[in-house]
């Protein structure tokens, strides 16, 4: 699975980004479960927002009603809109995948390399 992720930049303070992830599993047929995370310096990485293979969507606290995941119909490629950004987004931000059953607790096997969100005050 490769995964590569765009749309980072700087925003202000209550702005909006969309971030992308290409996703190339090497089949139409196996949909992964799918994630993003976010981790700033100094800090834990934590899950922000996943996406089953089937739809459903779970977010993280601190993301509800701002932010959005989905996926195009094809499953190659995955969204994170980003509404009302604050500075306690900025963070690099990842996009990840996992094969069979997953949550936002879950150790994800393939990982993107990251782009880079900073919000400013």
């Known amino acids: 699975v490769q995964l590569m992720e765009s749309g980072g930049g700087t925003v202000q303070t209550g702005g909006s980004l969309k971030l992308s992830c290409e996703v190339d599993?090497?089949?139409?047929?196996?949909?992964?479960?799918m994630a993003w995370f976010r981790q700033a310096p100094g800090n834990e990485r934590e899950s922000v927002a996943l996406r089953w293979s089937g739809g459903r969507a779970f977010y993280a606290e601190s993301v509800k009603g701002r932010f959005t995941i989905s996926q195009d119909n094809a499953g190659n490629t995955l969204y994170l809109q980003m509404n009302d950004l604050t500075p306690e987004d900025t963070a690099k931000y990842y996009c990840?995948?996992?094969?069979?059953?997953?949550?936002?607790?879950?150790?994800?096997?393939?990982w993107g390399q990251g782009t880079q969100v900073t919000v400013s005050p």
């Open positions: 990840a995948a996992k094969f069979g059953a997953c949550t936002l607790q879950s150790d994800f096997e393939f």
């Open positions: 599993t090497g089949s139409p047929y196996n949909q992964p479960c």
